[in-house]
């Protein structure tokens, strides 16, 4: 049961990651309610990542070799992908939002 809560919780934590900065793009804001977003962001995707960390350690726990040995590459490619998108949006962000509050 603790594997489905990991699971379930990076996920959430992963689409967080990606919806703040979305939410971002379309908001002009004088004050930097955008930086907390995006903190919150980067937040997330640690958070995410902390979760698939604790997976791989749950599955090692219980000596669980055939499913770590499957899902390994699967994990390590998301969490890259999770990591690399989350870092794009929120440099967009801050390109957008300085360019703004230069003018």
């Given at each position: 049961?603790?594997?489905?809560?990991?699971?379930?919780?990076?996920?959430?934590?992963?689409?967080?990651?990606?919806?703040?900065p979305?939410?971002?793009?379309?908001?002009?804001?004088?004050?930097?309610?955008?930086?907390?977003?995006?903190?919150?962001?980067?937040?997330?995707?640690?958070?995410?990542?902390?979760?698939?960390?604790?997976?791989?350690?749950h599955?090692?726990?219980?000596?669980?070799?055939?499913?770590?040995?499957?899902?390994?590459?699967?994990?390590?490619?998301?969490?890259?992908?999770?990591?690399?998108?989350?870092?794009?949006?929120?440099?967009?962000?801050?390109?957008?939002?300085?360019?703004?509050?230069?003018?």
């Amino acid at each position: 049961m603790d594997s489905v809560w990991l699971s379930f919780g990076s996920l959430v934590f992963g689409l967080a990651a990606w919806i703040f900065p979305v939410v971002n793009f379309g908001r002009y804001e004088k004050h930097n309610h955008w930086i907390t977003r995006s903190i919150i962001s980067l937040s997330a995707c640690a958070m995410s990542l902390a979760f698939v960390i604790l997976y791989i350690h749950h599955l090692v726990k219980i000596e669980d070799w055939s499913s770590l040995m499957d899902t390994m590459g699967a994990f390590a490619f998301v969490s890259i992908v999770l990591f690399a998108v989350t870092a794009i949006l929120n440099i967009i962000n801050l390109i957008i939002h300085s360019e703004r509050i230069a003018n």
